[in-house]
């Protein structure tokens, strides 16, 4: 889920919550986590409710490439 509204950020919690959750997993490409405080904020925010962040995701995912072939060759 994509959340972009002003203030998102502080309530990523009450997010978490009202879509009957308890703990939110964050991923993301590695030069974001790396070279930006953005993902290391998010964690902080999220606190207790924080179940992990996986930053390995590359920037051409092979699945965004797989639907291209398959729109392509029909």
């Known amino acids: 889920m994509l959340i972009t509204r002003l203030g998102s950020r502080s309530s990523l919690r009450k997010v978490v919550s009202e ?3 308890s703990k939110a997993f964050i991923i993301t490409g590695r030069s974001l986590n790396e070279k930006t ?3 290391k904020e998010l964690e902080g925010l999220l606190a207790d409710s924080h179940a992990g962040t996986y930053a390995g995701v590359r920037q051409h995912a092979y699945a965004a490439k797989s639907m291209w072939d398959r729109r392509s060759s029909n």
Do not use: F, N, R, S
Request: proline share 17%.
């Open 19 to 21: 879509l009957g959750g």
């Open 37 to 39: 405080p953005v993902i």
